[in-house]
């Protein structure tokens, strides 16, 4: 049997160190010697050229001229598998089945990695998506446990944001509902409390509330003075009345609105003849 060369030798956790927690988290590949020149058009030369890295960052896949990254949210699971034959696992390959992607540099074991959602890998545009990766480590039961580690806390984290809310039982609606009108009361009388104090009172009036009397020369036969108006003594500037004309309500004009009849004349000519005359009519 021929021994491995040392550069391509798969590195080993050091001893009480568990699998998903070796630092660095590297997985190297499994670099079998005999098909070193099938890789090498993939450019994969040595252990640099091809590994994983798995940490709270994500996973980082590298093989030769291809890679593929994605945070450990998206990681669904993994599983082992293998062996496989060498048309189908050697080099970047693509399956036409399920679209998965496989990195493979050795026919015996490997590492099924599926993801949430479908990540690029062969693709440089990103345009062709896989939903799982197939990468042929060197310790694949590592990886795996690295992989189901973060899976877990995934699905965990995920039940408890899906979580519905706890709804309130019958004691505590019923609470509710009997501190709704207290705190209702409660409310109004604060803001009842916080309203400034008016007196409120009524007096009669008299002549000191009228206004001062205006001079002469503003005074002409066009102006109606306070003693013209009618109403309580107090006020009797509230209501005008024409001379020689009983005191009446008037209707607002609009369409629709019924004039009033103009108010006929009191002891005499004092209208025009046309005014006398005029009857009660609509929209005139």
């Known amino acids: 049997m021929t021994s491995r060369p040392a550069s391509i030798r798969a590195h080993r956790v050091p001893a009480g160190v568990p699998d998903f927690a070796a630092s660095p988290r590297r997985h190297p590949f499994d670099l079998d010697p005999r098909f070193g020149a099938v890789l090498l058009p993939f450019g994969v030369c040595d252990p640099t050229d091809a590994h994983v890295d798995l940490d709270d960052d994500g996973l980082r896949v590298r093989f030769g001229h291809f890679s593929l990254v994605t945070p450990v949210r998206n990681l669904a699971g993994a599983q082992v598998t293998g062996p496989f034959r060498a048309a189908k696992a050697l080099g970047a390959r693509l399956s036409l089945a399920d679209r998965g992607v496989t990195f493979g540099s050795?026919?015996?074991?490997?590492?099924?990695?599926?993801?949430?959602r479908p990540v690029p890998a062969l693709d440089p545009l990103g345009a062709l998506r896989h939903p799982g990766v197939t990468v042929t480590v060197a310790e694949p039961e590592r990886l795996v446990a690295a992989v189901e580690h973060y899976a877990t806390q995934t699905r965990l984290t995920t039940a408890r944001r899906s979580e519905?809310?706890?709804?309130?039982?019958?004691?505590?609606?019923?609470?509710?509902?009997?501190?709704?009108?207290?705190?209702l009361a409660l409310t109004a009388t604060r803001y009842l409390r916080r309203l400034p104090h008016v007196d409120r009172a009524e007096d009669t009036g008299d002549a000191s509330d009228l206004p001062p009397a205006l001079p002469e020369e503003f005074v002409d036969a066009h102006l109606k003075t306070v003693g013209e108006g009618s109403g309580s003594p107090a006020a009797p500037h509230l209501h005008r009345r024409c001379p020689g004309q009983r005191p009446r309500r008037r209707r607002a004009d609009g369409p629709g609105v019924r004039r009033s009849r103009p108010c006929r004349p009191v002891g005499g000519g004092d209208l025009p003849q046309e005014a006398r005359a005029a009857r009660r009519g609509r929209g005139r």
């Open 164 to 183: 519905p809310t706890p709804q309130p039982g019958p004691v505590a609606r019923a609470g509710a509902v009997l501190r709704y009108p207290a705190g």
């Open 106 to 116: 050795t026919t015996e074991r490997g590492a099924c990695i599926r993801f949430r």
